[in-house]
């Protein structure tokens, strides 16, 4: 084979290994960012009943600001999000789906079936590269400019909570800071007008701003389960509200009347959940996107580091096989070359 026509075969081969290296990665980490649910609760009844320990007499209203549906990356449908939070004791809720009220509708029909069991205050999680907050007690959505938004577009977004006569929540500090390096501080968020941080979410318990409160005061503290599948559940708001309204929670959260309940044992979340077929199909391509996905807010989708390991890894094996096949070529053509000869000697004699 001439050397020239060797380099274009072997361009073509390894532009082909180049293409399945490049859609492997693309595939592969779109679907570890964007997974399948691994459980369906097609079938959860959510048919237990936990009462958190609190004074009874003193408060009316469990209420839980933070909990996602399938509206955003929630799994459970508004219905069992509710159901759900009936079970773990809760009597009040905000369905706080990422950039998007267009759970409204469905929430208000179900709101009219479970009026004796379950109050409502409307809301959602304002979701961005900087700053996740909850603006709840709000009517009408409020854009999220882009995923990194200024300072002025950030209080631009708390103002205008406060003009529909909402409240402005700061989510999971504890999970935020180590992601986004931009995140405002406390002392910066008191100041934009901030009314509540989010002190327990899921069973995380924010140490960090209960000492920053107690020494510097100014925010409300409130619990989040930021329920995505069932979970247990360790934070519970408590208020007493003068009627069991919406607009009752509101006055109180607007005075700031939270007392919250932290139990790191929370209560046992019974839902046993069937694995997703469509999961199990998928896994082997989720569990190496896993590898290519940067989890990190602010540094993209995929990790640089890691593709850039894999794919020399990719090229040195082509070398290595590339280098084997023309050596093996190579004895094949001299044992030929020597038969050849060793004819020909035979012919002379
Ligand atoms: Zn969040
Ligand atoms: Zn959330």
Redesign the pocket.
Known sequence: MSAKKRIINISIRLGVILSLFMITVVVSTLSAGYPPAKYLYTNESFDWEFTPEYNETQFNIVFDH???TLY??GHLTVEQNILWHLAHGFNAITI?D?NTMDNAEEIAVMAEKYKDDIIFVPGF?W?TGRI?M?LIGITEYIPVPSNKPTDEEIIAAIDATHNQGGVVIV??IPWSLPRMPTHPTRAQLLAWGVDYIEMV?EDVYDIDSESWCNNTGGFGQIT?T?M?DPMDVSGWTLMSADNLTTAGIMKELLLRNTTIIYDSHGSTDYSIGTINPVYQIFKPVVHTGYYFFNDDVTGGFVDWQSFGVAISYVIVGFGIFEGVKIGIEKIGDRRKLKKENNSYQEYDD
């Open positions: 933070h909990s996602h955003s990356d706080s990422h999680e979701t996740h909850n989510d999971h979410n989040g930021d995505h």
